[in-house]
């Protein structure tokens, strides 16, 4: 089984950064995509970044140009850094991390949220 901690959430005012970090641990496995998501109060789960093995990365338009995602593969790890920050960025962001087992399982393991709160 693979877990997922995520950590660097935590409350700026607006036009402030942050970054997050996500580690991935188990035994045995390889990871092809790491995410990140965000759902604020009231709002559905949406994707706000993704990055593949290759280190090809996707951005959704609301936040391109003020978010970056990366990873370290050696580490198991993905980042988001956050500048920029608006009011609407406020929510619990989710880290998502697919990838398969040695043994070829698929798995699609996610994290326990941090909250952003980004203050006018």
């Known amino acids: 089984q693979v877990q997922v901690v995520e950590s660097g959430g935590g409350s700026v005012p607006a036009g402030g950064s942050l970054r997050l970090s996500c580690a991935a641990s188990?035994?045995?496995?390889?990871?092809?995509?790491m995410a990140w998501y965000r759902q604020g109060l009231g709002n559905q789960r949406e994707p706000v970044a993704i990055?593949?093995?290759?280190?090809?990365?996707n951005h959704v338009d609301s936040v391109k140009g003020r978010f970056s995602i990366s990873r370290d593969n050696a580490k198991n790890t993905v980042y988001l850094q956050m500048n920029s920050l608006k009011r609407e960025d406020t929510a619990v962001y989710y880290c998502?991390?697919?990838?398969?087992?040695?043994?070829?399982?698929?798995?699609?393991?996610w994290g326990q949220g941090t909250q952003v709160t980004v203050s006018s």
């Open positions: 998502n991390v697919a990838g398969r087992t040695i043994s070829r399982v698929l798995f699609n393991s």
């Open positions: 188990g035994n045995n496995f390889s990871i092809n995509v």
């Open positions: 990055i593949t093995s290759d280190g090809t990365t």
